[in-house]
């Protein structure tokens, strides 16, 4: 008689546990995209992350850093595994390290420009929506991560929300919490805990 191996089973994805995950996986794609939007602008003039003005060094270490992100986050989500969740940390980390360093890089360059041409060309030189948004999204995929693992993403199948996020469970709409009456809290200055 033979046995045969249990089937493998795909990974489930639970909305109400797995969605500072999926959020950050989603920030993490978002801020790669913002690469390609208006990094420096002169007037109507635009270029995006790789334009012949600006370092393509930056973009590229955004890019793996994005994707090592991304991967990584799928990764925790396909084994469930809170392991996987510090690595996830560390590169959403560099991700906004990244950014942020190019976001002071890309305004320096156009400062640089404003005083060197600005007068001359009569054009002003700033930075676009692209580097701001692509930080804002790199932090948010960043604040997931933080909050999957302060909700201790990957111990069950529930997220354990830290008593300062928790609100009371209320039954129906406006209703106030009720007490189980086996349980009272112990009276005012009786030393309970």
């Given at each position: 008689?033979?046995?045969?191996?249990?089937?493998?089973?795909?990974?489930?994805?639970?909305?109400?546990?797995?969605?500072?995950?999926?959020?950050?996986?989603i920030a993490a794609l978002?801020?790669?995209?913002?690469?390609?939007?208006?990094?420096?602008?002169?007037?109507?003039?635009?270029?995006?992350?790789?334009?012949?003005?600006?370092?393509?060094?930056?973009?590229?270490?955004?890019?793996?850093?994005?994707?090592?992100?991304?991967?990584?986050?799928?990764?925790?989500?396909?084994?469930?595994?809170?392991?996987?969740?510090?690595?996830?940390?560390?590169?959403?980390?560099?991700?906004?390290?990244?950014?942020?360093?190019?976001?002071?890089?890309?305004?320096?360059?156009?400062?640089?420009?404003?005083r060197l041409l600005g007068?001359?060309?009569?054009?002003?030189?700033?930075?676009?929506?692209?580097?701001?948004?692509?930080?804002?999204?790199?932090?948010?995929?960043?604040?997931?991560?933080?909050?999957?693992?302060?909700?201790?993403?990957?111990?069950?199948?529930?997220?354990?929300?830290?008593?300062?996020?928790?609100?009371?469970?209320?039954?129906?709409?406006?209703?106030?919490?009720?007490?189980?009456?086996?349980?009272?809290?112990?009276?005012?200055?009786?030393?309970?805990?």
């Amino acid at each position: 008689m033979t046995t045969s191996a249990p089937p493998h089973s795909a990974p489930r994805l639970i909305v109400s546990r797995d969605w500072p995950l999926v959020g950050a996986a989603i920030a993490a794609l978002l801020s790669f995209i913002m690469l390609l939007l208006p990094w420096l602008t002169a007037g109507s003039r635009s270029e995006n992350a790789f334009g012949a003005a600006l370092q393509t060094a930056g973009p590229v270490m955004i890019i793996i850093s994005a994707f090592v992100t991304i991967g990584l986050l799928f990764a925790a989500l396909w084994v469930t595994s809170r392991g996987y969740l510090t690595a996830v940390l560390v590169s959403a980390a560099v991700l906004v390290a990244f950014y942020a360093v190019k976001a002071a890089d890309t305004a320096e360059l156009a400062d640089f420009y404003n005083r060197l041409l600005g007068e001359t060309l009569g054009v002003s030189f700033g930075t676009g929506i692209g580097v701001w948004l692509g930080l804002a999204f790199a932090s948010v995929a960043l604040l997931c991560v933080l909050l999957a693992l302060a909700c201790e993403w990957g111990s069950g199948e529930s997220l354990v929300y830290p008593p300062m996020l928790r609100r009371p469970h209320r039954t129906g709409v406006n209703a106030p919490q009720e007490s189980d009456p086996g349980h009272s809290p112990p009276p005012p200055g009786s030393g309970g805990p």
